[in-house]
């Protein structure tokens, strides 16, 4: 193989690529500007070390791709703003949000679980049930 | 007792020896080298302190857990940057024999490079980042880093624009991989509304930094490697390597797909990544094939080479088995529908990230900065002791994360049971986890301080 073979399907492959993961990648429904500066509380506090959504993140808490369906807006507002002992901790407690970044950050919270994910995570229907 | 006298910590590590006529390049590469080897040591003891974090109950801490996780992870990303941004330097003088197209540029991006990593690691510090995974620090940081990396870009391909004729295929696989490092952080130094586009240009990242751009980088440096150390004829090599850093390239791209998986994206991509992924395993067949090859009809003699290439078959291991067995059976959408998000991943990460990636720019790191000298039989015992640790450290790392990992997709995942109950039953493997990190970090101290060591015997005066 020739290098002129392997700059052309490098260049190829990756604007292909790109293409195709840019049309992919639409949102199914609009973002409201309140779920958009939820996002940013979501990214400000780092919450991705020790929360995954849509399994992405760190494994120290849950998953909360879909924890709008198990859980009312009034009990993760009041959670965020006068937040628990963190279980195995008996003293530290989950980091306080003021209750505008709460408000926010339930808005992006509700509208991630809008977004279709095939299916995952599988115990996502046995939750549902239960609410 | 024979044993520790074996691995005694007296008496000189390295001498000096007539060193070869060397490029301004070369001797550029050694900052670059040390700098990566340095932030490596850093990486593991921040990361020792979070895993006791995650075992010891209320453990008091400067920098709380979400940041310093943040830190684990830039560390992880930009120390093998820097040192592939020295081993390219290096080793592509080295193939072409004559100097980069300028050495001024190669030094300015060092300090660019340097300015931004640290700022990524101080502002975190002070809780100020911007909450995307591997990706923590602010945009403007990353901004500083496309810079660093254009430059490299554009100094590369000057260099081999200089003499048409002559570009071997190890230098421009090298040079394709840091344009891919460049092109595919760049989207990365953008805030974007849409959380699919967020998840999608990260695994840009995540996964083609590792899984494609590095790949090239590491093919041109073993490929030079190979063929000074006399383990493979530079004919073979040539022959092969476009067609694997191509593979690499189609395998790299398309096999992202296995990321895409519950992001959002359409069901055809289920297809698209377990079926590609395949392909991005075949290259590291054809190395592991290449090694075992060379290895049966080849002796190392110099030590110096020898503790190398124990750093690259420890790369070779882990891209056969923690990259591409496991990962492999990972992608499959069923096991991945429940295996996602749990500590399999992690285990996965870290034998894929640091296991392929991280011994692959430690060998390098070392053979550039122990050019000059050969390690004495201590030396040599001492790094071969590191190297056993690491390897002891990771295994064990990767093991309780892959148990706990099971154990989360069996209990939470199947059996539908409670997040923190199963978290609770899973903390003795990540007390285990503690263990193995705490062995991995002395085996990352300890061959530091050789790399220091071999540095300092190689020291320029002035």
Redesign the interface.
Known sequence: ???R???I??IL??GL?VGV??I?????FP?TEQA?AG?LV?????????H????????????LTHVATKETPAYLINYLVQPPVM??????HH?ALNEMDAVNLVHYLE??QT?????????RE?AEKDS | MKLLKWFSFRGKGDKSIARKQQFIAQKISRRYCFSAVSFFALQSVVALLGSLDLVIPDLPSPIPFEFGRAIHLGLADLWPLIGTMGMVFFFTTAELNREIYSPRLARWQYWIVMLFSVSIFGTLALRIGNGREFLEGMPIFYVGICLALALASYNLIRTLLTDKRNITPASATMTVGIIFLFLLLLPNTITYRNPITDEVTKFWVVHLWEEMAFELTSAGFIATFYVVSGLAPRAQVEKWLYLEASMAVVGGFYGTGHHYYWIGFPAVWLAVGSLVSVVEVIPVGMLAIMTYKGLKSVKVRSNREKLTLWLLLSSVFYHLTGASLLGLFITIPWVNLYMHGTYVTSGHAHLALFGSLGFVVLAGCYYILSRGSEPTLKGYKRGVLAVCLLNGGLITMASALLVAGFMETYFWRILGMDFMEVRLLINPYLIMRVLGGAMFTLGNLLLSWRIFKAWQTTKYKK
């Open positions: 193989m020739k290098l073979t392997f700059l399907l490098s492959s990756f690529f993961t840019l992919s990648a639409r949102l199914p973002m958009l996002k979501w990214q400000r506090h780092n919450c991705v070390s020790c995954t959504l849509f399994g992405n993140g760190g494994y120290v808490g849950d998953d279980r195995p901790n008996k003293l530290a980091p509208f991630v977004i279709p994910t095939l299916g995952w995570p599988p115990q046995k």
